[in-house]
């Protein structure tokens, strides 16, 4: 059975750093994608950031592109997500995904993603 596990969310202060993780297991596939999503209360589930298993290539949305970065460890089936110069706006429940395709169209839409993790709340607050 396919799980992702969230982990290392919490709260920041304006300007800080956080890494979240996404451990997975259960998988048999040899190409997918795992990408980070974000929820803010009354709003709607917003893609971040995808890596594909195969090459490593990413894709980042606009609004946080040059703060955030995805990084993989294919030997421990755990992609990151390394956070900087985190915003109140940056406030959110955290989610990664799994989608059992590798490709260019729809890369940070939730509804593509076939499995999901409970999510880890961040916290960005002075």
């Known amino acids: 059975q396919l799980q992702l596990v969230e982990s290392g969310g919490g709260l920041v202060q304006p300007g800080g750093s956080l890494k979240l993780s996404c451990a997975a297991s259960?998988?048999?596939?040899?190409?997918?994608?795992i990408g980070w999503f974000r929820q803010a209360p009354g709003k709607e589930r917003e893609g971040v950031s995808c890596?594909?298993?195969?090459?490593?290539?990413?894709y980042s949305g606009d609004s946080v592109k040059g703060r955030f970065a995805i990084s993989r460890d294919n030997a421990k089936n755990t992609v990151f997500l390394q956070m900087n110069s985190l915003k109140p706006e940056d406030t959110a429940v955290y989610y990664c995904a799994l989608r059992l395709t590798i490709t260019t169209i729809d890369t940070l839409s939730p509804s593509a993603y076939d499995y999901w993790g409970q999510g880890t709340q961040v916290t960005v607050s002075s």
């Open positions: 259960g998988i048999t596939a040899d190409a997918y994608t």
């Open positions: 890596i594909a298993s195969t090459d490593g290539i990413t």
